[in-house]
């Protein structure tokens, strides 16, 4: 299999028939093996019957269905496990992602990237949209190394080998490309055409920065100290410690006990011990894990 694409739904009824039409026709141009994931986060309208209906017309069209929503991580998560091509897109079902401009990414791809995020230049969303939006994309850029204009664009192209090592759950699929960068993997970016949503509403408002915000936090924590915790805690421990003899020697120069220091240099003393046993104890647990990855989503039915 050449090509294969992600795409998760959730209530988008009036666009699936126009995207699977747009999708196959730019797959009949290129000529080139393809498979089409539908991966239904627990629709309440006819979504699902209409994938249905698809992979019975089209032996391209492949449907994982959630038992109730679980979120676009899950729903990404589930169809990385199943997808075989080479290359792997990710799309939003609103149509607001041109396939059309699934030629471009493929250029970029033969290029040896192992991952090419859209950058939606020319935006078709409000301004209360936008604006949070730029800030978000910013703070991503600079906490986490990556210089990219939008990291929230849902079309993205990847290698298979890059989303078989990325683990994406909560938020996370907001923060791919600094994932796969961290892993050394080579991250690109492409201007896309950006659509007007025609049918139905977005599923996202501004709660999800709060939680993009603090996945960022997450992200850039396990980036940096995921493998080696001790150098986060056992640093803190050390500068508690520090702190805490300079907190006695102030406390009791010259020779007039202050009692507010003393306590407080004893208690900094006790801080930077536990810290740096933590940091110890945090070291073996990840010495000790290596368990399976686990998914929280429940398939309800697959064809």
Same mark, same amino acid.
Not at 263 to 288: C, D, K, M, T
């Given at each position: !299999?050449?090509?294969?694409?992600?795409?998760?739904?959730? $209530?988008?009824?009036? #666009?699936?028939?126009?995207?699977?039409?747009?999708?196959? +026709?730019? !797959? +009949?141009?290129?000529?080139?093996?393809?498979?089409?994931?539908?991966? #239904?986060?627990?629709?309440?309208?006819?979504? &699902?019957?209409?994938?249905?209906?698809?992979?019975?017309?089209?032996?391209?069209?492949?449907?994982?269905?959630?038992?109730? $929503?679980?979120?676009?991580?899950?729903?990404?998560?589930?169809?990385?496990?199943?997808?075989?091509?080479?290359?792997?897109?990710? !799309?939003?079902?609103?149509?607001? #992602?041109?396939? *059309?401009?699934?030629?471009? @990414?493929?250029? !970029?791809?033969?290029?040896?990237?192992?991952?090419?995020?859209?950058?939606?230049?020319?935006?078709?969303?409000?301004?209360?949209?936008?604006?949070?939006?730029?800030?978000? $994309?910013?703070?991503?850029?600079?906490?986490?190394? =990556?210089?990219?204009?939008? /990291? $929230?664009?849902?079309?993205?192209?990847?290698?298979?080998?890059?989303?078989?090592?990325?683990?994406?759950?909560?938020?996370?699929?907001?923060?791919?490309?600094?994932?796969?960068?961290?892993?050394?993997?080579?991250?690109?970016? &492409?201007?896309?055409?950006?659509?007007?949503?025609?049918?139905?509403?977005?599923?996202?408002?501004?709660?999800?920065?709060?939680?993009?915000?603090?996945?960022?936090?997450?992200? *850039?924590?396990?980036?940096?100290?995921?493998?080696?915790?001790?150098? =986060?805690?056992?640093?803190?421990?050390?500068? *508690?410690?520090?702190?805490?003899?300079?907190? /006695?020697?102030?406390?009791? @120069?010259?020779?007039?006990?202050?009692?507010? /220091?003393? /306590? &407080?240099?004893?208690?900094?003393?006790?801080?930077?011990?536990? *810290?740096?046993?933590?940091?110890?104890?945090?070291?073996?647990?990840?010495?000790?894990?290596?368990?399976?990855?686990?998914?929280?989503?429940?398939?309800?039915?697959?064809?």
């Amino acid at each position: !299999m050449d090509i294969s694409f992600v795409i998760p739904v959730y $209530n988008e009824e009036g #666009d699936l028939l126009q995207l699977h039409s747009e999708i196959t +026709a730019q !797959m +009949a141009r290129l000529g080139r093996s393809y498979e089409i994931y539908f991966i #239904d986060d627990g629709s309440t309208d006819s979504s &699902l019957a209409l994938i249905k209906k698809l992979s019975g017309e089209d032996g391209h069209v492949r449907c994982v269905s959630f038992r109730r $929503n679980f979120g676009k991580s899950e729903a990404l998560s589930a169809g990385f496990r199943r997808v075989t091509g080479k290359y792997v897109f990710t !799309m939003d079902a609103d149509l607001q #992602d041109d396939p *059309s401009e699934i030629p471009a @990414f493929l250029a !970029m791809m033969e290029e040896g990237y192992d991952l090419v995020s859209g950058w939606k230049k020319e935006r078709h969303d409000p301004l209360e949209k936008r604006l949070p939006s730029k800030l978000f $994309n910013a703070t991503v850029s600079w906490m986490t190394g =990556l210089k990219l204009h939008d /990291f $929230n664009c849902g079309f993205k192209c990847y290698t298979k080998e890059c989303t078989e090592e990325l683990d994406v759950y909560g938020e996370r699929h907001r923060f791919m490309p600094a994932l796969a960068n961290e892993r050394g993997f080579r991250v690109g970016e &492409l201007a896309v055409n950006h659509r007007a949503r025609i049918h139905g509403k977005s599923k996202f408002g501004l709660e999800r920065y709060a939680r993009g915000f603090l996945d960022l936090l997450t992200v *850039s924590f396990l980036a940096t100290y995921a493998r080696r915790p001790a150098h =986060l805690l056992g640093g803190l421990g050390f500068l *508690s410690l520090a702190l805490g003899v300079l907190s /006695f020697i102030v406390g009791i @120069f010259p020779f007039r006990f202050n009692h507010l /220091f003393l /306590f &407080l240099g004893s208690a900094l003393l006790v801080f930077g011990g536990l *810290s740096v046993l933590l940091g110890l104890l945090a070291e073996l647990v990840v010495a000790r894990s290596r368990a399976p990855q686990k998914t929280i989503h429940s398939v309800k039915e697959e064809f």
